[in-house]
């Protein structure tokens, strides 16, 4: 029962990293030299066949510009949302609260102009 809840989270963890790595434009050959692991590692650990070390998540989380929470599913605040809005968010929180507001307003308008063209 415990391994297989660790073969879940790993699943969840490469496909939160692969979305992550695909959402940037970022090749798996690219992300392995970054890391100075084979590409067939990185394959492996997408797929949830790998464990990943500490270091290569941290790094990973770094390179992503996600919290490692994010990853492990321990920051459910962002772990939930598909991985642009996460994104969003992250660079949005850099904001002033001006342009937040901003931000907001131009949310809105996209909201409503989809809706109109229904």
């Given at each position: 029962?415990?391994?297989d809840?660790?073969?879940v989270e790993r699943r969840?963890?490469?496909?939160?990293?692969r979305d992550s790595r695909k959402y940037l434009g970022l090749k798996q050959e690219e992300v392995a030299q970054y890391l100075k692991i084979p590409r067939t590692a990185l394959t492996d650990i997408e797929n949830g066949q790998r464990k990943v070390e500490a270091i290569e998540l941290s790094?990973?989380?770094?390179l992503y510009r996600q919290p490692v929470g994010y990853?492990?599913?321990?920051d459910k605040t962002t772990s939930e949302l598909p991985v642009d809005v996460a994104h969003l968010a992250?660079?949005?929180?850099d904001l002033s609260t001006q342009d937040r507001a901003e931000l907001g307003k131009f949310a809105e308008y996209l909201r409503s102009r989809s809706r109109a063209s229904r």
């Open positions: 029962m415990i391994h809840d660790d073969d969840r963890l490469g496909e939160r990293l790094r990973l989380a770094k990853f492990t599913g321990e992250r660079r949005a929180a």
